[in-house]
């Protein structure tokens, strides 16, 4: 669909505008500093997923980040529901957007006297794009094979990992890493006390004995898919705990997966050296829970993956 982004409508402060007609400016403080946040739902047969929760994620990270951006979270989801409304038509058959919330702190004033925090004002970004089946649909045949790099994901005493900002540079050097190791690999990164805590934009479950098990809220972006699996997991009768897991866990795990907005759930194959229970995938939680959470969202997730297999 990349012949298409032309054609693609964003919201861009106030106004309904061709994609390429959003011109963020070079002084503005998310391109200078990362001073800003997002967060990103997706369609399932365009109709998008869990607004509500992505909104009020979203409105948590404005507030941790002190940035007001003058319009309520009720505006908000309408102007999301616009977004989407406004492109349907692109939408090709069997696919399904990303759509994105997107602020910035503003544009850094320029002059003398001016104080350096002195700016104009947020810029307001509302966007969808396609998701990436066909490239991601190896993972759903395969598994993800994932790689644990040094680097170590950003305690909550420094930046709260909680809050969905712009700079993703800490976990983008542990994909770095992880790629130099094995170009397709995912990174997921070790919090400071050395448990396994989370990738560029996923979350990682363990399976043991039947026991499901995800590191604590409090290191981790809480993924909406997360909190779906959680949930989507409880109701199928499975013991999910939020706990400390450390690589001896997912070495010796039945089933390793990944969640995300885009993935839902994806199974992991490998962690490091480990090959993941019979190195088949997915495995049966991790079925259990996908057919679950493709009956709970109306869409064949793996066969939307599949399809796209060459
Ligand atoms: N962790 C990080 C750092 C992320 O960027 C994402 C993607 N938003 C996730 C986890 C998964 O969150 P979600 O399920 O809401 O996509």
Request: aromatic share 8%; net charge negative.
């Amino acid at each position: 669909m990349a012949e298409r982004s032309n054609q693609r409508i964003a919201y861009f402060n106030g106004k309904y505008v061709p994609e390429g007609e959003v011109r963020v400016p070079f002084r503005d403080r998310s391109f200078q500093y990362g001073d800003g946040c997002f967060d990103m739902t997706r369609t399932f047969a365009g109709k998008p997923f869990r607004v509500k929760e992505h909104i009020d994620r979203f409105y948590r990270s404005l507030a941790y980040l002190g940035i007001d951006i003058g319009l309520t979270p009720g505006e908000l989801t309408e102007i999301t529901h616009e977004v989407v409304a406004r492109n349907q038509h692109l939408l090709g058959p069997n696919d399904d957007w990303w759509v994105g919330q997107r602020v910035s702190r503003g544009i850094k004033s320029v002059g003398e006297g001016l104080d350096p925090w002195e700016d104009m004002g947020p810029s307001i970004i509302v966007d969808c794009m396609p998701l990436p089946f066909a490239a991601r649909a190896k993972h759903y045949r395969d598994g993800i094979r994932v790689v644990v790099p040094s680097v170590r994901r950003t305690p909550p005493s420094s930046l709260s990992p909680r809050v969905k900002t712009h700079n993703y540079l800490n976990m983008i050097m542990g994909d770095l890493e992880a790629r130099e190791r094995d170009p397709e690999a995912w990174a997921v990164l070790l919090d400071e006390h050395g448990n396994l805590c989370e990738g560029i934009g996923s979350n990682i479950f363990v399976v043991k004995d039947g026991r499901i098990s995800t590191p604590q809220g409090r290191y981790v972006l809480e993924g909406i898919s997360r909190q779906t699996v959680i949930e989507l997991a409880r109701a199928e009768g499975f013991e999910v705990i939020e706990r400390d897991i450390d690589l001896y866990d997912a070495y010796t795990a039945d089933e390793v997966f990944l969640t995300s907005t885009s993935l839902c759930l994806c199974p992991v194959s490998k962690v490091n050296h480990a090959t993941i229970g019979d190195g088949k995938v997915p495995g049966p939680v991790a079925s259990r829970i996908l057919r679950a959470y493709s009956a709970h969202v109306g869409v064949d997730i793996v066969k939307q993956y599949l399809d796209r297999l060459q």
